[in-house]
């Protein structure tokens, strides 16, 4: 009995510490960014502030990063949404009509989702320019869109296979067809892989770095791309630097915090079957 | 089997309208642009057009009354961008990477094997690169698998607020490598001295002074050692919510039995849950591995282009894109598929054999 209190006892002191050491860069970004300027010093980075709390460096920050994280803001939306409606319709085909070779097509789908963008990004940006899409925010959607398939008809695909034959035989016998058994059973059953679809491509596009970084000019940069540039500069303080950094990751840590559940669902389906 | 076209008078009026509406759209486009906001929208525009085109085709289609034809004809647009922008372009990149071409005008010349030969016989950055990127990939799993199990194990015990521990370990996971790689870089900053800051104080608070290090600014080739430990700290919370899932997969009768045969919790872990977890260590080596074979964001935060630092990824960007090297470029790209490949086709084949016999 003594042997089991001590274990507990030590789970809990090794739990606490991993946490904190997880938390350390938060309460960096926090600490820091809260400080005013006066008290802002390498050599003091992990003293609290002395004289309260103030939001300075977060409003430098905000200046700096504004025009990003409405470019951002901008092409996450209309890429989550549109993305999952694609995702949606492939999977339910792919899951409720398969045809022969259709699960070998599924799996070249799947493929694209694991290739380094390394090895189509100079066909990508000469085709991009091509097509006038270069530069500006539509073609980063666009381009978030294409390579967003593989991962949300999987996903889609793996929640339809879950979902019984016998609520799609009972809707045949009702003489619906496979656009009416979308609209009328299927498509009313998608709520919770939407949610996780949507919240993973927004996630997914909101980090993304290297198409961000190649497909759009200085003035339509999201914010990866713009906070990037900032760490690099020298005119920035690295105070500043702190607060900035926690505004750009702010919107999807907020989606975590309160959508954890989906965004884990999103991420057990990058994992295949497991 | 009704295979036969079933003629529907106002569904075809319909179509018809669209598939006009959708390819006059299109031929005005081509002869002219549409701006919207100052931007220029017209291949956006052409995309739309097309797409309304194309719904008026799907309605004739669906009057053959041949479901399958209806939903391989749904399904093209989207087989025919993934086949495009996915096989098309690398079989184009392949093209680039056997060709002579540097500088900004594209030259098909076929030189071979050229590039890749290069690479590997007199090219010191890119022996650089491989050698990174074998030791970020090795401590990064090795780290992650170690790491995450650990934790499941802990979390398996049910601590009390274990939801706020498996939370705290997760949310790194949720925010970018250039984020991630920007506060880290803080943190384990090589300042030595008077200007020693990051956790280098925490260190010299804790009366450990011995710990203090240059991090990732160590001499070759051990810095590199050190930018595995943010994409450690955002992604050994993924392995541990893989791990946990297998641990509560398997049902508790099995354990059970095992306590009636007289074996310990640590007897329990070894032989019987330890072999039951090896599919989900090949899940979490294949996400994993493929995540570090090109590794890019996070160290364009973290190394700001310090050739120590350097992987292939950033070289194929800065070759291409600021030396022109195109050729160059692809061949880099092309080897990082290869690697990724390598890896990753084995695990989809026998992913979609195992789902055939079901």
Known sequence: MRRHVILRVLLYVILIALAMIYLLPVYLMLLTGFKPFNQVDLKTMWDLPTTGLYIQNFIAGFNQLSPNLMNSLTMVIPEAILSSLLGSINGYLLSKWKFRGSDLVFSLVLFGMFIPYQSILIPLVKFMFTIKLYGDIPGLVFVHIIYGIPITTLIFRNYYAGIGTEVLEAGRIDGASLTGLYRWIIFPLSAPSFAVVIIWQFTQAWNEFLFAAVLTNQSHWPVTVALNNLAGSQLVQWNVLMAATLLAALPTLLVYLFLGRYFLRGLMAGALKG | ?358
């Open chain 2, 1 to 358: 089997m009704r295979h036969k076209f079933q003629l529907n008078l106002p569904q075809l009026i319909l179509a018809v309208a669209i598939i006009v509406l959708g390819f006059s759209t299109m031929y005005t486009l081509t002869k002219t642009q549409l701006t919207v906001f100052g931007n220029d929208f017209t291949s956006i525009g052409l995309l739309i057009s097309g797409l309304i085109f194309y719904v008026g085709i799907l309605i004739i289609v669906a009057m053959y009354q041949d479901e399958t034809v209806l939903s391989i004809a749904i399904l093209i647009p989207s087989l025919v961008a993934v086949a495009i922008f996915v096989y098309g372009f690398i079989l184009w990149s392949l093209r680039v990477s056997l060709s002579a071409w540097q500088g900004l005008r594209p030259d098909y010349t076929f030189v071979g094997l050229k590039q890749y030969i290069e690479l590997f016989s007199n090219d010191l950055r890119f022996n650089i690169d491989i050698r990174n990127t074998v030791m970020f990939t090795v401590l990064f799993i090795l780290a992650c698998l170690v790491l995450g199990l650990g934790l499941a194990i802990l979390l398996e015990q049910r601590p009390k607020g274990e939801n706020i521990f498996r939370g705290i370990f997760l949310f790194p996971m949720s925010i970018s490598f250039i984020a991630s790689g920007v506060v880290w870089g803080w943190l384990m900053n090589p300042a030595t001295g008077a200007r020693l800051t990051g956790i280098n104080l925490i260190f010299h608070f804790l009366h450990l002074d011995f710990l203090i290090g240059k991090w990732f600014t160590t001499a070759m080739p051990w810095g590199m050692a050190y930018t595995v430990i943010p994409a450690v700290w955002q992604l050994s919370g993924f392995t541990m919510a893989l791990y946990l899932g297998g641990i509560r997969s398997i049902p508790e009768e099995v354990r059970e039995a095992a306590r009636v045969d007289g074996a310990s919790e640590f007897q329990i872990y070894r032989y019987i849950i330890m072999p039951m977890l090896q599919p989900v260590t090949l899940s979490a080596v294949i996400i994993l591995g493929h995540m570090s074979l090109k590794i890019f964001d996070l160290i364009v935060a973290l190394g700001k282009g310090d050739i120590r630092l350097d992987v292939p990824g950033i070289y194929m960007w800065t070759t291409t894109f600021s030396g022109n090297n195109y050729a160059q470029g692809a061949a880099i790209g092309m080897l990082m598929l290869i690697s990724v490949a390598v890896l990753v086709v084995p695990y989809l084949i026998q992913n979609m054999r195992s789902e055939t016999k079901l």
